[in-house]
């Protein structure tokens, strides 16, 4: 470090400060004033507001109400007029005329309050925006029945795609906009880190639970979706993937008020493969063993008998149960408002073994001061869960609980006579499901988040502000594989535990400058931002334990020679400068510029900083009189923005050659070996996105019909990336800026009030399409010849099945070796006499012929809502849908495949009775012998459908007549169904959770609740 | 009121304005950056060992489960018991699909030695002693995996720059600069190794042996006339009087005889680090330990009972070798039982047992080291090699015979055969015998231009002339062809 340059920079900062300090001075400089004037500001319930500003029209004059909402000021002269603005209340002025005491009465401005829209580092009117930004507030989130807000998004929002990934209690969500990455979650403006997970130790992992479960969907007051680059730029590196503004409730003024209220549901399990029975399964295993050959397994007397067998998914599951309960109270009638709030959130999982639990509770204060506002939020979240063994892909005595239960043999009992769990004698590697119940798996969050915010107000118009927050998550994950396992009795006993944290703390400094000047507003600001994530992990564990009774208690009890312990830490954090400047002529001509300076480390000296800017303009179409005229728009406004953001989401080992450590063996003595795994690449540079969107706001019938269209078109250059190599440069992949990628996409949302009268009904709908595909592809990314070059980056290519060959006469000549009852693939693509890949087929069946099947990201989605009022009534659902995406169904291929019949006599789906056998040869399904071409199973037969449209939630509601009732003021009931239709071609599983070969069921959920307001 | 607006001013201008640049220097905790490296001997061990990499995993690579087991599996010798390696043993591997990639970690790993020898001799606080032997440690392993490559797909790029440019595209050495290179290195490297070093390290021995094994691959690939220098490198590795056969076929690779001196590389395995997995490799589910060590049995592969039936039943060499496993009969004591009978019809083979049970099994891990390369070896490789010089002679029944006398068989007498020809499928069958499953075969097979024919004749549905030597070297990875167009591939493919 260089502290000598350092030190000069910081006597220049002072020196700066001091010239400042002297021309502010000389600003605040005023005249003596001559007429005091003092009153009182109420609301028009007599109440007392506190904080209002109090302004003397065409000066610097100003000062704000105290406690009871009296104030003082001194005027210029009788014909002054004073100004008293108050947020959500209409401004008011009132001429002096020689009065010394006025008193005034604000009447609150509902209409301004819902215009108020939340952008990074600030707020605005929604009028006024000229950048993309979706809102949503509380009472139009989806009511789920995830812990996690992201849920409450799904199908709300155009250009938000929300991914269930499992239907594990408390497991994750994917969000992307716009078709990018995991966007950036910002709580009340501080920026999260996601959090961390960690790992079991063991061969099973169960999926990890959203990082974003430590908020409360209930406390929150409303969603922004930061879209386009007009609204992003300001995030700078961590923008590039749009992002989520999360804005908490805040004390309302006002006398204490006390919402109580409690859902309770039971879950059930949908969509599941549809697996043979005990006999059905033991016949198959005889004609399959005949068809090679070999002799039956199984007698018919044995087969007659067992009827269905073991049903090892229902040993494994029960009834889910669902209960949320929220408290909160919020108020405060002084110069300070609270809201405080609690959360109970209780999940018990289909699955045996699989839970969710949460406790959370929150404080949000807030202080206004005469020239001064402080708030301070804080929420702590303790979150608990017990998952269940999975590990996908994993097999034999790896194989998760979920995948042996549908695999396992149905004529074997859950227990042999002498009570142990009884296992496959044909296949003694594979553990018995229900002992894998057995097996540990807990995770204990502790997530605390508090920010705190100071304003001051220096001169008319402008204000300093300083937040200081912290995040820190701490994941304990504890788990134990005991004896009854195959994995747990080969190793006696497994135990482990490992402890992941992230410290997230930023500072953040501004200056912001807010006035009107007859015709022209401005709004602006100038900050910097210092953030960092210090993350550390330990862990430590061991095998061999005298007893499984005591669990990870006693890791000390393990053997010595094979307990283990690791630690592990790294920082990442950013510097960054940031301003934004909102100009708006006459309420009708708007523009914006933004700029984010981010800094790094994880670039080398040189390349660590990079500047983002952007900017926007709007055109207020609804203030032009040829508008006007034609008396048809209630709102229209024409946007355009331009802007960058960036990421710089690789390792500190990708510009640095990190060397990685390991040890080797000679003569039966450990050595440390070290030596680099990867090639870096020194002169790495930011990766940026360049986002241009035009966009039209409008309302039509006097508002009754609202809807936004943006298009937008993203072009992602210096794509970070981990190029192949030839191995003869020692390593497969080099990191390096490469090439360009495009996303393109349209959205639009419409919201439609088709009654308004004493039955209200509304609607909200959206559509959006996106694209992702390469701008200029690089060979040197993708060598695989037969992607075409304008292909969407999340193609699913695979062998064509065109059929089966019935009998020996059909072999094709490009698939010599095959035989009948295997798939025909076509021969699409090959290679000329030089090896050249061309399209055209070469008489051999290779990789080349794999072909586009479609894309796993859906190409279009829409939502639908619909909320419908009618006198004490409310009924509403929404609907989710993604078009136009397909899957490999993993499962549906993995137990439709008879070969493991024979291999493994193990447990398959109803589906395999449709292969092809000497008998059928008629069939649609390939007899399940190996094939030497293409691929088995990884092919078109085996890719379906994945589209789906959902009803995601259906809730009525009553509010119960409660005059009579002391104490309560009111009184809802509901009764909720979530997840209760879905229509889909794909086969199986779910077609959103059921992707993988050994998802966790989905579940529907019926639930009942009451909110009580005192 | 006013000097607290000034001093939060000031607090907000202070960060604005001076910001912290130098926050941004990088931060490694756990890891060991570049600039504090190949200083002390420490590091050069370490950074030299690391080229060791592809010799000590579980399974895989050089140990006795990878490249040797692999290489068997597409031979009339092992067979596996799963689907798993039906393209090797059908023949039916292709450029796309293939059961082994033995191209790119070794080629990685060669590649990588460069910097490695560069840096060792960049050292500065280094004896000159140390030096040597590093460097010479090196150079042997580059050259070994080079070796690999040459065994199975024949020459590759021969990259040996440092600091290799990614976008640069070379072509496939020839044979002669390859093999050129190779021998030049192994013959430097076994100048400046040691006689001895810790089990699993690089010796003298040890690169004599790879170069005659490679001398041997020429032999086929280059000329015949390489047999010359097949049976004098292996005349060298016996004339530095250090190995010798043990006495008991079976002990060459006992827990309480590991470091022998009958073998000249292994790989050194402590079970709770980087065990061996042979025995959970081949064990029959039904397996039940005599002396009740826990074991895992995953019943992978078996000896072909075709090969088992040619062995003479008094050859002392079976012990190693399982027909019969200890089973638990309904009382539940222990018994021997046939492994044909327990298999059913589908019975593929016996079972390899050269390592056999560890009471500190960790797992499916074991301590036994992995014999890859021993001296019988060499006495078999030179008997083979003379005769294809000079025919039938006197030397190599001698070299023979010392063999089959330690099997407890009749020596073989130079009267019995009658031409080279006959000698040499002697030899042939002689080492099958003695080196069953320890990955000679295929080399052997391809040497006498017998890999095809004896494919056909087991009915591999991949081959059906039995004359087809494309087979004899593998397809080079189609994806490696597709990134860097100026490699061929070779011939047939």
Redesign the interface.
């Known amino acids: 470090?260089?502290n000598k340059?350092?030190t000069y920079?910081?006597v220049?900062?002072?020196l700066?400060?001091v010239i400042?300090?002297s021309s502010?001075?000389m600003s605040?400089a005023r005249q003596d004033q001559d007429i005091k004037v003092t009153g009182k500001v109420t609301d028009k319930m007599g109440q007392p507001l506190i904080g209002v500003s109090v302004t003397i029209k065409g000066t610097n004059t100003s000062t704000a109400t105290a406690e009871s909402g009296l104030y003082s000021i001194n005027a210029v002269d009788a014909k002054s007029i004073i100004v008293f603005t108050y947020i959500g209340f209409v401004r008011k002025e009132m001429p002096l005329a020689g009065q010394n005491l006025i008193n005034v009465t604000l009447l609150e401005d509902s209409q301004s309050l819902e215009e108020v829209v939340v952008t990074g580092y600030g707020t605005q009117k929604r009028s006024d925006l000229t950048g993309s930004i979706a809102s949503i507030p509380a009472e139009q989130l989806l009511k789920s029945v995830s812990p996690t807000p992201q849920a409450a998004l799904a199908g709300k929002v155009a250009g938000v795609r929300i991914d269930q990934r499992t239907a594990q209690p408390g497991a994750g969500m994917s969000m992307s906009i716009r078709g990018g990455g995991s966007p950036l979650i910002v709580i009340d403006g501080f920026p999260n880190s996601g959090g961390v997970t960690a790992g079991t130790g063991n061969n099973y992992n169960s999926p990890s639970p959203d990082g974003f479960n430590f908020v409360n969907p209930d406390d929150i007051e409303s969603i922004e979706i930061l879209k386009d680059a007009a609204a992003t730029s300001i995030y700078g590196a961590r923008g590039s993937n749009g992002v989520v503004l999360i804005t908490t409730k805040k004390g309302k003024r006002g006398k204490a008020q006390i919402n109580f209220s409690s859902k309770l549901g039971v879950q059930n399990r949908i969509n599941d493969v549809n697996l043979l029975g005990g006999k059905q399964f033991g016949t198959q295993v005889n004609e399959f063993r005949q068809f090679l050959g070999?002799?039956p397994l199984y007698e018919n007397d044995f087969l007659n008998g067992i009827g269905e067998g073991t049903n090892w998914v229902s040993e494994i599951s029960r009834d889910g149960i669902y209960n949320d309960n929220q408290i909160n109270m919020s108020g405060g009638e002084g110069r300070t408002q609270y809201y405080i709030s609690g959360n109970l959130y209780d999940n018990r999982g289909v699955i045996k073994n699989s839970d969710f639990k949460k406790y959370s509770g929150r404080v949000n204060l807030n202080h206004v001061g005469e020239?001064y506002r402080v708030s301070i939020n804080a929420n702590y979240a303790l979150l608990k869960n017990n998952g269940i063994s999975s590990n996908t892909g994993g097999q034999n005595e790896n194989a998760s609980l979920l995948q042996l239960a549908r695999q396992f043999s149905p004529l074997i009992p859950v227990r042999d006579a002498d009570g142990a769990y009884a296992i496959n004698p044909?296949?003694?590697?594979l553990a018995n499901p229900v002992s894998m119940l057995e097996v540990t798996d807990y995770q204990e969050t502790n997530n605390l988040l508090s920010n705190a915010s100071?304003e001051?107000d220096?001169a008319k118009g402008l204000f300093?502000?300083?937040e200081v927050g912290l995040e820190n998550q701490m994941v304990e994950r504890s788990s134990y594989v005991p004896r009854s396992t195959v994995n747990g009795?080969?190793?006696?006993g497994q135990a482990n535990i490992s402890d992941n944290s992230v410290n997230n703390t930023r500072?953040l400094?501004?200056?912001n400058f807010k006035r009107d000047f007859s015709k022209h507003s401005i709004n602006s600001l100038?900050?910097?931002e210092?953030q960092s994530y210090l993350y550390k992990g330990r862990s430590l564990g061991g095998?061999d334990f005298p007893t499984d009774a005591l669990l990870y208690y006693n890791l000390g009890l393990g053997n010595p020679?094979?307990n283990y312990v690791g630690?592990?830490?790294?920082?990442v954090?950013w510097?960054s400068?940031l301003g934004r400047a909102n100009y708006a002529y006459n309420n009708k001509y708007l523009l914006t510029a933004t700029f984010r300076y981010d800094?790094?480390?994880?670039f080398q000296e040189g390349n660590?900083f990079k500047f983002y800017p952007s900017v926007s303009a709007g055109w207020r179409l609804e203030e032009e009189n040829f508008i006007k005229n034609l008396n048809t728009f209630s709102q229209l406004k024409l946007r355009a923005s331009w802007g960058q953001t960036g990421q710089d989401n690789f390792n500190?080992?990708d510009?640095?050659?990190?060397?990685?450590?390991?040890?080797?063996?000679?003569?039966?003595?450990?050595?440390?070996?070290?030596?680099?795994n990867n090639?870096t690449n020194p002169n790495l540079q930011w990766q940026t996105t360049t986002e241009t969107n035009v966009g039209l706001d409008f309302g039509i019938f006097n508002s009754r019909l609202t809807g936004t269209f943006d298009v937008y078109s993203r072009i992602i250059s210096d794509l970070l990336f981990r190029r192949?190599?030839?191995?003869?440069?020692?390593?497969?992949n080099?990191p390096v800026n490469l090439g360009k990628q495009a996303n393109k996409g349209w959205e639009l949302s419409l919201d439609y009030k088709v009654l308004t009268g004493r039955v209200k009904w509304n609607t909200a709908f959206n559509v959006f399409q996106n694209t992702y595909s390469w701008a200029d592809r690089q060979d040197k990314v993708t060598?695989?010849?037969y992607r075409g070059e304008n292909d969407p980056l999340d193609a699913i290519y695979a062998y064509k099945v065109t059929g089966v060959i019935k009998d020996a006469s059909q072999v094709p000549s490009s698939m010599p070796?095959a035989k009948p009852g295997m798939w025909i693939f076509e021969d699409i693509n090959g290679r000329d006499a030089n090896?050249?890949?061309v399209n055209q087929p070469d008489g051999k069946i290779?990789?080349?012929d794999q072909v586009y099947m479609g894309t796993s990201q859906p190409r279009w989605n829409w939502g639908f809502s619909s909320y419908l009022d009618y006198k004490r009534f409310n009924f509403n659902f929404a609907v989710q849908a993604m078009m136009d995406r397909k899957a490999y169904n993993n499962a549906r291929a993995y137990f439709a495949w008879p070969?493991r019949l024979v291999?493994a006599y193990q447990n398959m789906s109803a589906e395999v009775l449709e292969r092809w056998t000497p008998a059928n040869t008629n069939a649609p399904l390939a007899s399940g012998e190996?094939n030497?071409?293409g691929d088995a199973t990884y092919n078109s037969y085996f890719i379906d459908d994945a589209s789906f449209v959902r009803i995601k939630n259906i809730t009525l509601s009553y509010q119960v007549p409660v005059k009579k009732i002391i104490a309560i003021n009111s009184l809802n009931i509901f009764l909720d169904v979530n997840n209760p239709v879905t229509i889909t071609k794909y086969n199986g599983y779910d077609p959103e959770t059921g992707l993988s070969l050994d998802p966790y069921p989905n579940v529907r959920t019926y639930s009942i609740g009451i909110n009580v307001g005192l | 009121?006013?000097n607290?607006?000034?001093l939060?001013?000031?607090?907000?201008?202070?960060?604005?304005?001076?910001?912290?640049?130098?926050?941004?220097?990088?931060?490694?905790?756990?890891?060991?950056?570049?600039t504090n490296?190949w200083k002390t001997k420490?590091?050069a061990?370490?950074?030299m060992?690391?080229?060791?990499?592809w010799f000590?995993p579980e399974w895989g690579g050089m140990s006795a489960t990878g490249v040797p087991v692999r290489m068997d599996l597409t031979t009339d010798e092992l067979k596996g018991t799963?689907?798993d390696y039906?393209?090797s043993e059908?023949f039916?591997w292709?450029?796309?699909?293939y059961d082994n990639d033995f191209?790119?970690?070794p080629?990685?790993m060669a590649?990588?030695a460069?910097?490695?020898i560069d840096n060792l001799e960049k050292m500065e606080s280094l004896s000159a002693d140390d030096k040597k032997l590093l460097v010479a440690e090196a150079r042997c392993l580059r050259a070994w995996y080079y070796a690999i490559i040459y065994d199975i797909y024949g020459p590759?790029?021969l990259?040996l720059s440092a600091e290799?440019?990614?976008d640069e595209?070379?072509s496939r050495a020839t044979e002669d600069e390859f093999t050129k290179f190779i021998i030049d290195e192994l013959t430097a490297a076994a100048n400046d190794l040691p006689l001895q070093?810790?089990?699993?390290?690089m010796t003298k021995g040890a690169a004599l042996m790879r170069l005659m094994k490679t001398y041997m691959v020429m032999t086929r690939f280059v000329d015949k006339s390489y047999y010359n220098q097949v049976a004098e490198t292996a005349k060298k590795i016996m004339d530095l009087g250090y190995y010798n056969l043990q006495d008991s076929y079976e002990r060459i690779w006992a827990l309480d005889n590991?470091?022998n001196k009958e073998i000249i590389f292994a790989v050194?395995?402590?079970a709770?680090?980087?065990g061996s997995n042979w025995l959970a490799h081949v064990l029959p589910?039904q397996y039940e330990s005599p002396e009740g060590n826990?074991l895992?049995?995953?019943n992978v592969y078996r000896l072909r009972w075709d090969v088992y039936d040619t062995f003479d039943p008094s050859d002392k060499r079976l012990k190693t070798i399982l027909s019969k496993i200890p089973v638990k009969d309904s009382q539940g004591t222990i018994i021997y039982q046939d492994v044909k009978v327990i298999d059913?019809?589908?019975s593929v083979g016996a079972v390899p047992f050269k390592y056999g049970e560890d009471p500190n099994i960790?797992?499916?891990a074991t301590?036994y080291d992995e014999v890859i390369y021993r001296y019988a070896d060499v006495l078999l490789a030179r008997a083979e090699a003379l005769n294809e010089i000079q025919g039938p002679n006197n030397e190599s029944i001698t070299l023979i015979n010392q063999v089959r006398q330690r099997a407890g068989l009749a020596a073989s007498n130079l009267s019995e055969f009658s031409s080279k020809e006959t000698f040499a499928m002697r030899i042939l069958q002689e080492r099958q015998w003695e080196l069953a499953f320890e990955g000679v075969r295929r080399d052997d097979l391809i040497r006498h231009g017998l890999y095809a024919k004896k494919a056909v004749e087991r009915a591999a549905?991949?081959i059906s002339n039995p004359g087809d030597t494309h087979f004899d070297r593998m397809p080079i990875p189609?994806?490696?062809?597709?990134?860097?167009?100026n490699i061929t591939?070779n011939p047939g493919y």
């Open positions: 470090m260089d340059r350092f920079r910081k220049g900062a002072l700066f400060i400042i300090f502010l001075k605040f070999q002799q020239k044909n296949v003694q590697l100071v001051y220096l300093g502000r300083v009795a080969r190793l006696s500072l400094t501004s200056l100038i900050g910097y210092n095998t020679e094979t630690s592990s830490q790294s920082r954090k510097v400068y800094g790094s480390p994880k660590r500190l080992g510009a640095i050659p990190l060397l990685g450590l390991s040890k080797i063996v000679f003569g039966n003595q450990e050595y440390f070996a070290a030596g680099q090639l192949a190599t030839d191995p003869e440069k020692g390593y497969t080099a060598p695989l010849l070796n090896g050249n890949f290779t990789s080349d070969y291999d190996t030497p071409y | 009121m006013k607290c607006k000034i939060f001013l000031a607090f907000i201008l202070y960060f604005t304005v001076s910001g912290c640049e130098n926050a941004l220097e990088p931060e490694t905790f756990d890891a060991i950056g570049p490296f420490a590091d061990d370490a950074g060992f690391y080229l060791y990499g000590q799963r689907n039906n393209r059908n039916l292709t450029s796309t699909q191209y790119t970690e080629l990685q590649v990588r460069n910097k490695v590759s790029v990259e290799p440019n990614i595209k070379k070093q810790a089990t699993g390290r590991e470091g050194s395995r402590i709770t680090r980087n589910a826990p895992q049995k995953w059913g019809n589908n960790n797992g499916q301590n549905t991949g189609q994806y490696i062809l597709d990134r860097n167009t591939q």
